[in-house]
């Protein structure tokens, strides 16, 4: 996952979890999961888990 983190344009493509990294124009809202966990829910209704690094970084990158 490190080298398509590092390969894919970080402008598009952002790493949510150890495992998943999602389009960013895919990304239609983020939701609480249950105490300090979120989930990404992509516009065609999946949901991706979103690690607690991950939203953070999440929310500064989209200005949250």
Same mark, same amino acid.
Do not use: A, C, W
């Given at each position: 996952?490190?080298?398509?983190?590092?390969?894919?344009?970080?402008?598009?493509?952002?790493?949510t979890?150890?495992?998943?990294?999602?389009?960013?124009?895919?990304?239609?809202?983020?939701?609480?999961l249950? &105490? *300090?966990?979120?989930? +990404?829910? =992509? &516009? *065609?209704?999946?949901k +991706?888990? =979103?690690?607690?690094?991950?939203?953070?970084?999440?929310?500064?990158?989209l200005?949250?």
């Amino acid at each position: 996952m490190t080298y398509y983190e590092q390969t894919l344009d970080n402008s598009l493509f952002f790493r949510t979890h150890r495992s998943f990294i999602i389009n960013l124009q895919h990304l239609n809202k983020i939701e609480p999961l249950e &105490k *300090n966990t979120f989930v +990404v829910i =992509l &516009k *065609n209704g999946k949901k +991706v888990p =979103l690690s607690r690094t991950g939203y953070s970084k999440i929310k500064e990158l989209l200005g949250i």
